[in-house]
């Protein structure tokens, strides 16, 4: 187990450093850093002085070394915008967008499991049908299209939710569905074809052949094995809703880093974009290696293999 998750956890790191010289080339590829933060009336003199302030006179890879060292210690540099630090602003911002991800999350799996454990039990009757026909819905279905349908119907025509900002627990409800709506039909159909590779098993043939109720079979020997890829799933989908949450938050005007990433876009707030896209990537790959571990020990051939 110990070499298992020495070799993930390599593979992690890898894949970090590469997002994070990634990130930081394609941002200096975009354009002249110095002219976008000095502004297009600026004089080449004063385009100059800000190349030398903010360093961007160095060789790029000294900057990218250097970027890297300090991000390493949460020194992600000052906003060009805000004017304080980037680490303050994405330390007030995160609570809301973790906040917005995990009840996305626990939404799309509360409806997803049981919508595919009862398709493989009833597999190719009507209900089984009106579950993949659900699926396909989910996925046709823009996410901003279903936050501005959710806001019209429950926000605006019948004023039971609020249409925008976090001041309760209500705010999270419409953005919430939004969000966890988009990965119902994955986590659906990894259920559903899990629970029906394990009802097919022996040991499931034996354990009704004892007699044993059908929920008994299903969720009791059935279930643990046939979830197994779905812990994988659910950490990568959780990854996906935070990166998501960008438009989710403009929809809803929930001032998370979705909606903080948007507003750095729009201002050119490099040090900003950067930390972002650094974080949510390094969260992402925490996730995902969390979910390698947590899947090796409910199932030990992932170990041997």
């Not at 009840?103 to 597999?123: C, H, N, R, T």
């Not at 809803?252 to 650094?278: K, T, Y």
């Amino acid at each position: 187990m110990l070499a298992f998750t020495l070799r993930r956890l390599v593979v992690a790191l890898s894949v970090a450093l590469t997002v994070s010289l990634i990130a930081f080339v394609l941002l200096h590829l975009s354009g002249d850093l110095a002219t976008s933060i000095a502004g297009p009336e600026a004089s080449p003199a004063q385009v100059a002085q800000v190349r030398q302030e903010y360093g961007l006179d160095r060789p790029l890879t000294v900057q990218y070394l250097d970027w890297l060292w300090r991000a390493v210690h949460l020194d992600f540099g000052n906003s060009f915008y805000f004017r304080t630090t980037v680490a303050s602003i994405i330390a007030e911002r995160m609570p809301v967008t973790m906040t917005l991800g995990a009840i996305s999350l626990m939404i799309s799996l509360v409806i997803a499991v049981p919508l595919g454990i009862i398709a493989a039990v009833f597999k190719g009757t009507l209900i089984d049908r009106l579950a993949l026909t659900f699926c396909v819905l989910g996925q046709a279905i823009p996410t901003f299209c279903l936050g501005l349908g959710l806001i019209i119907v429950f926000a605006v025509n019948l004023r039971w939710l609020p249409v925008s900002g976090t001041a309760g627990w209500m705010n999270y409800i419409l953005p919430s569905v939004a969000l966890g709506w988009y990965a119902v039909p994955a986590v659906m159909r990894l259920s559903r074809n899990g629970m029906l590779e394990v009802l097919s098993a022996d040991y499931i043939r034996t354990a009704r052949a004892k007699g044993l109720s059908p929920a008994v079979v299903v969720l009791k020997h059935a279930l643990r094995n046939a979830i197994i890829p779905v812990v994988a799933l659910a950490a990568v989908q959780f990854g996906f809703m935070l990166g998501g949450s960008i438009v989710v938050e403009a929809v809803f005007s929930m001032h998370g880093v979705g909606h903080l990433a948007w507003e750095a876009i729009a201002r050119n707030d490099f040090p900003v974009v950067q930390a972002v896209v650094l974080i949510l990537a390094a969260i992402y790959i925490t996730l995902t290696f969390v979910a390698d571990v947590i899947n090796a020990l409910l199932d030990p051939r992932m170990r041997v293999a």
